[in-house]
């Protein structure tokens, strides 16, 4: 084993004010074996609990964002989803008391690999025991308790987000009233799967991942950057880029010498530099080995594994309505993908809404076509 | 400069056995600057030259394909399009002396970067000129006048092989009679840039590639195989694989301790195992810096760069009949630009079809769903 570095949990912290944290348990059982003491998740709350407890909005993340949804008192920072959760905006603050955590095993403030085992003083790395969709719900239960929330008005999840709500559904039937899916799915099918453990192994190929013991001054930036390169591939849309980069050559890119840009500048198409630009972005504040484990746990989750059939899975839980949005231009998450779900919903006694939109970006539409978002979801909620 | 290894063409050459090689000029110049010295084209031939010489077929391949289209005399191998090839196939070898032709740049015969340049007596690598499809017809027509050809019944491409055709066509208005072009395009759009980008970096990436520097011995295996698979996701589609695969575990991966599969066994899905199958046969033939070139040949192609707009430039030439062939699944060259070629080949005095396909692999389609396209190209053939 190579030298210990402390200081990994830290750096992720440290870009990520203002969240609380809430030790769970003393010690969680993983699904998969193993276990975790001491466990903490990292939350951030907006608006306020009503007397009688019932707003409470809860929002679970996709793979890579921290429970930063939107800007707070605590860290006035722009959210990842800013447009949506605020004083009339389809989450209403002013209504509703929104609760965003960070999924166990995420680099963002919750227990993960870049934590510290405390029964050994160091990070777990690949330690950490093998992590599924159901125990990030296990642990985001146990800190509903911690809160004192026994029942969730509406529960949303996008993409990952929306597998840990249907493990969070299933495991307590009787938590959940509402449910927002979005560009979600019930098991993830082999070209997601294919798309992520390409990620995967382009970041254990990078030699400085060093099977998982990389120190914090020296991760393995090109392997996170490729495969955030290749995330974005599957985020967004053909469509999308052709209309807004088309052919364009890059004005900042410095066209080196060598056709094949071997430094990181020279990317010569506008393509080129966007992705870089942002996977840059990406491989400076995401943990590599916290990247391995969630993208592992969504190729794992299965409805199926639950019970004899996804409906009658779904069918035992009280939940009452629900709204599975998808997007017809997404290939992550397929737009057949949502409609399934949709159905599955259905077949007990839950009033399931389905829509398919008409948004180009992709998977990631969610996070930018704020309009039509919005518009299904404030409708949702006023009819319920 | 690092030691050189005259023996990285060889390699190549070894694995391919039965083409003719055929010096093609003394010199040519490139059209992004530099020139290559006595350029030779690997290629093979297939049923007998009328005596009018009126039935020629020239193939031009996809980035990753050598001359050996079917099996032959000379090498009984099975070719990458033995089930269109051959008697009473889609290209019938009684009726058609069908020619098909390793593209300059590539590894399979041909001069490229792994081929020695006869100046400094070393392997070319990242000396070579950069490389364009431009130069690829301009090096295909020199072969065709050494070989006295001077007329094509008909000319077929799919995939770059379609680029690389549109660029012969263009460069030589009274060559082709007949077109055939399948899943290519007119110009590379950005997602299609975007992923041939990724795949080279993750060929640059690897520290063996050593800016082009590597042994035949010690190559960038796990960057070539890493872009290939990148490349299968681009080939193929998620429908098909969902059918083929859907969620079934390897049967033959060993699952190793490590989540992660650290060595190249432990795929756990089905999925992950045939991607590996295939890009571990694929980094052991394909040259990586002749990959490289290839790949960015195709970003650069657009037929504008041949005049004020694909119609005129397409318009000019004395084409007869063209079919074009596309695959509603194809996402790498999507069905959208099938269509709008085929209205670019119309402009002018050729009469072209468009057929959109209902197959469900993907990009590869022209590769497996030999029945639908046999159907479309017979039926083409027989009435012109």
Redesign the interface.
Known sequence: MQKSDNNIINLFEKSNPGFHKCKIAESINMKRGGSLSNPVLAYETWGKLSSTKDNVIVILTGLSASSHVASNLSNPAPGWWDGMVGKNKAFDIDKYYIICINSLGSCFGSTGPASINEITGEPYR?TFP?LTIDDMAQATKLLLDKLEIDHIHTLVGPSMGGMHALALLVQNSNLVKNFIAISTAR?????????R??Q???I????LWK?GYYSHENPPS?GVR?AR??G??SYR??DE??Q????KRSSKAEITQ?????ENTG??????SY?EHLAIKFQDVFDANSY??LS?AI?WF?LIDYGSSPEKVLGNTTLTNALVLGVKTD?LF?ISQQKELAECLSSGSTKAIYKSLDCIQGHDSFLVDLEIFTKEIKCFLENI
Request: proline share 6%; hydrophobic share 40%.
């Open positions: 690949l093998e098991q993830s099918l082999p070209y997601s799967i294919a798309i453990s390409l995967r192994e382009v254990r190929k990078d030699p099977n090109n490729i390169k290749l974005m591939l849309s053909a880029w052709a807004r980069f088309g052919r060598n056709t094949f840009g071997i990317f010569e198409f506008e393509i080129e992705l391995l484990y592992r190729d299965d290939t397929p």
